[in-house]
């Protein structure tokens, strides 16, 4: 059983930047791929950005390329967020996600197996 945990959420202005931490537990971190999905309010869930279990690699939403950074540390067990340049429409519920047995995310949220509860992040225009 995996158990992921995410943080860092809250309300920034637009133009601003926030840093999400996901903190799992259970099976080695090491051994799955992660994802980081988000859901706003009447639409939607959305895939924002994935990574190998390596950390090597990554892969981003259109929308958010450029302006958020995915990253992992597999010492501390952690998938992070960084989002800078925040706008209005990235207010949502941000979900990590991880994928097990296989080494590499997708945007499928049906690809993964396990999910953490979410933060909220609010971007003020």
């Known amino acids: 059983q995996v158990q992921l945990v995410e943080s860092g959420g809250g309300l920034v202005q637009a133009g601003g930047s926030l840093r999400l931490s996901c903190a799992a537990s259970?099976?080695?971190?090491?051994?799955?791929?992660m994802g980081w999905f988000r859901q706003a309010p009447g639409k939607e869930g959305e895939f924002v950005a994935a990574?190998?279990?390596?950390?090597?690699?990554?892969y981003y939403a259109d929308s958010v390329k450029g302006r958020f950074t995915i990253s992992r540390d597999n010492a501390k067990n952690t998938v992070y967020l960084q989002m800078n340049s925040l706008k209005p429409d990235d207010t949502a519920v941000y979900y990590c996600?991880?994928?097990?047995?296989?080494?590499?995310?997708?945007?499928?949220?049906?690809?993964?197996?396990?999910w953490g509860q979410g933060t909220q992040v609010t971007v003020s225009s």
């Open positions: 996600a991880a994928r097990i047995y296989y080494y590499s995310g997708t945007p499928r949220p049906s690809d993964y197996n396990y």
């Open positions: 259970g099976r080695a971190f090491s051994g799955y791929a």
């Open positions: 990574i190998i279990r390596s950390g090597g690699s990554t």
